[in-house]
């Protein structure tokens, strides 16, 4: 029976495989469990992962969570809402002449010479795109009256179609959202709705296409997200849990279901964006803050970085080509994780992803149905998995499915034994993520030297070292909890909230144009929904940024400012980054601001650092088995270790395997892994020690 310390804090994390679930006890102590997911009713796998930690804690589930302080879930129920397509029918009101705008989408492309390729559906029919009469300036003054008669109109006509929620997107409502708010409320009265999206409130940016892209996707995901959440948090409260649900947004931060109601859109990246927390926790206990994350599930690869503590966020987003404008963390997905299938294609070349097995059927060797090899078959086949119960006994990986599987879909067909079969599903796995980190740091003018590669998520530890080595990393992380990385950053996420005022004002001005009145109001707002979400005023704090650019370019730069900087300051950050970013300055360009910004951040009191003991005597493997290290070398005998056996102090050499609870790290011949303070996994390499 495990014990832990009341009061405690949950994180649970619905990923497309596992279901995570991090405890931590008032003392600081860390448990994590997994149970499979419910891709059909993801509340179910989070009920399930209750159940499980309650019969292993010894207790009922209501004295589980009624010991609760803080419940954070981050899901991918939006995210998956819109690649699946099952969002509800939308209507869209807005501004007359503007009615195909969402259509025609500026004319973007990812690929600008692929002229061919389709658009994604339009999730509102232009049947359901009511233009109305009315017209703001862009400072929001009103040039037309707002023609409310068409707008009832437009409401009536919904109801006849069985619209189920309303986007309202008018022009210049970012300066001005008078009209949005009349447009809402009459629409309301004739269409007879509960679910209507403001754009002033979704998203107060200048880009009328954007802005109509985000809203329409908000409404278009939120009778289901929001229903989803509003049932799951009622079925934890009946449950027992005293405390209000929090949800993992977007930009890292945490908010309560009934603030993000109104901006379910602000959910896209919930799950990954936890990783946030867990990259700042692992900076303050491991003492190096340029840190690159490669979090590997089941289905894919997330991959973040923090350069001298700071994360970037983005605004500009892409979810199965929709275009969004929300304040998210910087993150890189690509397919590529243990579930991911390889085969050999018509041409007779192998592929691997981005298909995958997901959790049902899962991996051959989960033996319910599997007949793909994955990644997970492959590192099976060469020994670098255990046969057996895995993830706490909620699987059992069998290899000889393992081999059948590798054996028909690559090995007989490119004429290999089905050991170098698997050994080329893990070297084209391993180039591609290889590739996803490269894209988030050598692309963006970062040298990988400084930064030492996290590597997370049940799949990441196995394939950290080869990756970090030909990257050029000065050393691997390995968290100990490395298999609940994201249920593990939403104990250490903050709730926060972003605030936006688009404003236009050359830098050089501020001294006579001074725009502190607009920063504190700004400043008012964060505070004011802090203050609701329970928060002391002692507990808060803002930020502030603004968005800058070059006069005649068209993409801002966010950059932190502080009350007392003044032009010349925030002059000297602006061109650090822009030289960081495209390799060049503007000498004497003229600088203008395009928008404000305060994020508002709710502080939750530090957990308490587990206090773990060091080690007193060697590390002994528990047994050596044959594993595959690389083409060169072949297979060598590798010494495995318990992790629940390492302690602080302890080095070993390898080639060696150390199997934690969810998940198992992969070190070869010229690695070096030692145990630091904290109980987690710092490997290193034989030619560049000095640089970790």
Request: hydrophobic share 45%; proline share 6%.
């Amino acid at each position: 029976m495990i014990f832990l310390k009341a009061p405690w804090r949950i994180g649970v994390d619905v990923g497309g495989t596992f279901t995570d679930m991090v405890v931590a006890g008032a003392d600081g102590a860390l448990h994590v469990f997994k149970v499979p997911s419910v891709p059909a009713d993801p509340a179910r796998g989070v009920m399930n992962a209750v159940a499980k930690v309650a019969a292993d804690l010894g207790l009922s589930q209501g004295d589980f969570l009624g010991q609760c302080a803080f419940f954070a879930h981050g899901s991918t129920v939006a995210t998956n809402t819109l690649l699946e397509r099952k969002g509800v029918r939308v209507g869209l009101l807005t501004t007359e002449g503007f009615r195909d705008s969402l259509e025609i989408r500026r004319g973007i492309r990812s690929n600008p010479w692929d002229h061919r390729s389709p658009y994604p559906e339009v999730l509102v029919p232009r049947s359901l795109r009511r233009p109305v009469a009315g017209r703001l300036d862009t400072h929001g003054k009103e040039l037309v009256p707002l023609d409310l008669d068409q707008v009832r109109a437009a409401g009536e006509r919904f109801r006849a179609e069985g619209v189920e929620a309303v986007a309202i997107c008018l022009m210049n409502a970012f300066a001005n959202s008078a009209h949005e708010e009349a447009a809402a409320v009459a629409v309301a009265e004739s269409w007879g709705g509960d679910w209507i999206a403001r754009s002033s409130a979704v998203a107060p940016i200048i880009g009328e296409y954007e802005r109509s892209s985000t809203t329409v996707v908000s409404a278009y995901v939120a009778p289901r997200v929001v229903g989803y959440l509003e049932a799951l948090e009622a079925t934890l409260a009946a449950g027992g849990l005293r405390h209000r649900l929090f949800m993992l947004q977007s930009n890292g931060g945490a908010v309560s279901v009934g603030q993000i109601a109104e901006r379910p859109v602000n959910l896209i990246l919930s799950g990954p964006a936890a990783g946030v927390g867990s990259m700042r926790h692992l900076a303050e206990v491991s003492g190096h803050d340029d840190l690159l994350s490669m979090e590997i599930g089941g289905t894919s690869c997330d991959v973040m970085l923090m350069g001298a503590g700071r994360i970037a966020i983005t605004d500009a987003l892409s979810v199965a080509d929709y275009d969004l404008v929300i304040p998210s963390v910087d993150i890189h997905t690509v397919g590529a994780g243990g579930g991911t299938i390889a085969g050999v294609d018509a041409a007779g070349m192998l592929f691997a992803g981005p298909a995958g097995a997901g959790a049902d059927p899962g991996p051959a060797c989960y033996g319910l149905g599997g007949t793909e090899p994955t990644v997970t078959d492959a590192n099976l086949v060469l020994g670098r998995l255990k046969p057996g119960a895995y993830a706490g006994g909620s699987v059992t990986l069998d290899l000889e499915k393992a081999r059948d599987a590798v054996r028909s879909r690559v090995a007989e067909p490119l004429g290999l034994s089905v050991e170098q079969g698997a050994a080329g599903i893990i070297r084209l796995v391993e180039q591609n993520l290889l590739h996803a980190v490269e894209r988030i740091s050598v692309q963006r003018g970062e040298n990988p030297r400084r930064f030492r590669l996290v590597a997370c998520g049940g799949a990441g530890p196995m394939h950290g070292a080869p990756v970090g080595r030909r990257l050029g990393c000065a050393a691997v992380y390995v968290p100990r909890q490395a298999g609940a990385f994201c249920a593990l950053g939403m104990l250490h996420s903050d709730v926060r909230q972003d605030f936006m005022d688009v404003h236009f004002q050359e830098l050089d001005t501020i001294p006579e144009q001074p725009i502190e009145a607009r920063f504190r109001a700004l400043e008012a707002r964060a505070r004011a929904l802090l203050s609701e979400e329970g928060f002391a005023p002692e507990a808060m704090r803002t930020e502030r940024e603004l968005d800058l650019r070059y006069d005649g370019q068209q993409w801002d730069l966010r950059i932190p400012v502080a009350p007392e900087h003044g032009p010349a300051e925030i002059r000297d950050s602006f061109e650090r980054e822009y030289e960081q970013r495209f390799g060049h300055l503007v000498p004497g360009g003229r600088i203008l601001i395009a928008a404000l910004r305060v994020v508002g951040r709710g502080l939750l009191p530090p957990l308490a650092a587990a206090t773990v003991p060091p080690a007193t005597l060697p590390a002994a493997p528990v047994e050596r088995r044959p594993v595959f290290i690389d083409a060169r070398r072949g297979t060598l005998m590798a010494e495995i270790y318990r992790g629940s056996a390492l302690l602080p102090g302890h080095v070993l050499s390898g080639p060696l395997l150390i199997e934690e609870e969810t998940t198992t790290i992969f070190a070869g011949p010229d690695d070096r892994v030692t145990v630091d303070r904290a109980g987690n996994y710092l490997i290193t390499f034989a030619d560049r020690e000095d640089a970790a």
